[in-house]
Protein backbone atom coordinates (compact mmCIF):
# COMPACT_ATOMS: atom_id res chain seq x y z
CA UNK A 1 0.00 0.00 0.00
CA UNK A 2 1.36 3.40 -0.95
CA UNK A 3 2.16 6.01 1.74
CA UNK A 4 0.34 9.25 1.47
CA UNK A 5 1.89 12.59 2.31
CA UNK A 6 -0.38 15.17 1.93
CA UNK A 7 1.67 19.05 2.24
CA UNK A 8 0.29 22.58 1.53
CA UNK A 9 0.30 26.08 2.22
CA UNK A 10 -0.89 27.40 5.79
CA UNK A 11 -3.44 24.76 7.59
CA UNK A 12 -4.09 23.26 4.23
CA UNK A 13 -2.66 20.02 5.27
CA UNK A 14 -3.81 19.79 8.55
CA UNK A 15 -7.09 21.13 7.67
CA UNK A 16 -8.12 18.40 5.06
CA UNK A 17 -6.77 15.91 7.71
CA UNK A 18 -9.17 16.87 10.27
CA UNK A 19 -11.57 16.41 7.67
CA UNK A 20 -10.76 13.04 6.71
CA UNK A 21 -10.62 12.04 10.09
CA UNK A 22 -14.29 13.39 10.50
CA UNK A 23 -15.68 11.53 7.55
CA UNK A 24 -13.61 8.00 6.91
CA UNK A 25 -11.25 7.85 10.48
CA UNK A 26 -7.52 6.96 11.47
CA UNK A 27 -5.51 5.84 8.06
CA UNK A 28 -2.50 3.96 8.55
CA UNK A 29 0.67 4.94 6.23
CA UNK A 30 -0.53 8.74 5.64
CA UNK A 31 0.86 12.31 7.35
CA UNK A 32 0.16 15.73 6.99
CA UNK A 33 2.92 18.50 6.77
CA UNK A 34 1.71 22.04 6.68
CA UNK A 35 4.08 25.07 5.33
CA UNK A 36 3.34 28.11 7.52
CA UNK A 37 4.28 31.33 6.36
CA UNK A 38 7.23 31.31 9.01
CA UNK A 39 8.67 28.12 7.57
CA UNK A 40 11.31 28.48 4.95
CA UNK A 41 11.89 25.38 1.89
CA UNK A 42 14.97 24.07 3.97
CA UNK A 43 12.49 23.78 6.71
CA UNK A 44 9.86 21.97 4.83
CA UNK A 45 12.31 19.98 2.80
CA UNK A 46 13.47 18.55 6.31
CA UNK A 47 10.10 17.71 7.63
CA UNK A 48 9.13 15.88 4.46
CA UNK A 49 12.60 14.02 4.45
CA UNK A 50 11.65 12.86 8.38
CA UNK A 51 8.07 12.13 6.98
CA UNK A 52 9.91 9.55 3.81
CA UNK A 53 11.77 7.98 6.30
CA UNK A 54 9.06 7.35 8.54
CA UNK A 55 7.15 6.15 5.36
CA UNK A 56 10.33 3.31 4.49
CA UNK A 57 8.18 0.40 5.34
CA UNK A 58 5.79 1.65 2.37
CA UNK A 59 6.21 -0.24 -1.30
CA UNK A 60 5.74 3.67 -2.47
CA UNK A 61 4.57 7.46 -1.30
CA UNK A 62 2.02 9.43 -2.87
CA UNK A 63 2.55 13.11 -2.15
CA UNK A 64 -0.79 15.22 -2.82
CA UNK A 65 0.25 18.94 -2.77
CA UNK A 66 -1.88 21.84 -3.09
CA UNK A 67 -1.17 24.26 -5.98
CA UNK A 68 1.25 23.50 -9.16
CA UNK A 69 4.53 25.27 -8.78
CA UNK A 70 4.43 26.42 -5.13
CA UNK A 71 7.52 25.19 -2.14
CA UNK A 72 5.09 21.72 -1.13
CA UNK A 73 4.97 20.93 -4.87
CA UNK A 74 8.74 22.07 -5.47
CA UNK A 75 9.79 20.47 -2.47
CA UNK A 76 7.71 16.87 -3.14
CA UNK A 77 9.20 17.23 -7.11
CA UNK A 78 12.67 17.52 -6.10
CA UNK A 79 12.21 14.58 -3.65
CA UNK A 80 10.76 12.25 -6.11
CA UNK A 81 12.64 12.95 -8.97
CA UNK A 82 13.66 9.74 -11.05
CA UNK A 83 12.02 7.67 -8.14
CA UNK A 84 9.43 5.41 -9.45
CA UNK A 85 7.67 4.51 -6.56
CA UNK A 86 6.94 8.40 -6.22
CA UNK A 87 4.15 10.58 -7.78
CA UNK A 88 3.57 14.21 -6.77
CA UNK A 89 0.22 15.08 -7.34
CA UNK A 90 -1.20 18.74 -7.09
CA UNK A 91 -4.08 20.57 -6.58
CA UNK A 92 -5.58 18.77 -3.96
CA UNK A 93 -9.40 18.55 -3.07
CA UNK A 94 -11.05 16.63 -0.30
CA UNK A 95 -13.14 14.55 -2.70
CA UNK A 96 -9.35 13.11 -4.16
CA UNK A 97 -8.09 12.20 -1.13
CA UNK A 98 -10.87 10.37 0.33
CA UNK A 99 -11.69 8.52 -2.32
CA UNK A 100 -7.75 7.63 -3.14
CA UNK A 101 -7.10 7.11 0.42
CA UNK A 102 -10.11 4.35 0.40
CA UNK A 103 -9.01 2.95 -3.08
CA UNK A 104 -4.74 2.96 -2.89
CA UNK A 105 -4.52 -0.66 -1.63
CA UNK A 106 -3.58 -2.09 -4.64
CA UNK A 107 -2.38 0.39 -7.07
CA UNK A 108 0.79 0.99 -8.38
CA UNK A 109 1.83 4.70 -8.27
CA UNK A 110 1.01 5.49 -11.47
CA UNK A 111 -2.57 3.81 -11.43
CA UNK A 112 -3.02 6.06 -8.41
CA UNK A 113 -1.77 9.21 -10.38
CA UNK A 114 -4.24 8.34 -13.18
CA UNK A 115 -7.49 7.61 -10.64
CA UNK A 116 -6.44 10.18 -8.43
CA UNK A 117 -6.83 12.86 -11.27
CA UNK A 118 -10.04 11.36 -12.79
CA UNK A 119 -11.19 11.61 -9.04
CA UNK A 120 -10.36 15.35 -8.23
CA UNK A 121 -12.24 16.26 -12.22
CA UNK A 122 -15.12 14.62 -10.65
CA UNK A 123 -14.94 16.59 -7.62
CA UNK A 124 -15.15 20.02 -9.44
CA UNK A 125 -18.37 20.49 -10.69
CA UNK A 126 -21.18 23.03 -9.71
CA UNK A 127 -24.80 23.02 -8.65
CA UNK A 128 -26.01 24.00 -11.86
CA UNK A 129 -24.33 20.99 -13.85
CA UNK A 130 -25.23 18.32 -11.49
CA UNK A 131 -28.94 19.63 -11.66
CA UNK A 132 -28.61 19.74 -15.68
CA UNK A 133 -26.79 16.27 -15.53
CA UNK A 134 -29.93 14.84 -13.10
CA UNK A 135 -32.44 15.83 -15.56
CA UNK A 136 -30.86 14.64 -18.35
CA UNK A 137 -30.62 11.01 -16.68
CA UNK A 138 -34.18 11.11 -15.78
CA UNK A 139 -35.17 12.08 -18.95
CA UNK A 140 -33.34 9.45 -20.27
CA UNK A 141 -34.62 6.71 -17.44
CA UNK A 142 -38.49 7.57 -18.84
CA UNK A 143 -37.67 5.62 -22.00
CA UNK A 144 -40.11 6.42 -24.93
Not at 100 to 105: G, N, P, Q, T, Y
Not at 128 to 143: A, I, S, V, Y
Request: hydrophobic share 40%.
Amino acid sequence: MPGIILCGHGGFASGLEKAMLQIIGEQEDFAAVDFPAESTTARLTQELEATLALMSHCDSVIFLTDILGGTPFRVAATLSQGREDREVITGTNLQLLLEMALERDSLSPAEFRREALACGHRGLTSLTDELQRERCCETEDEGI
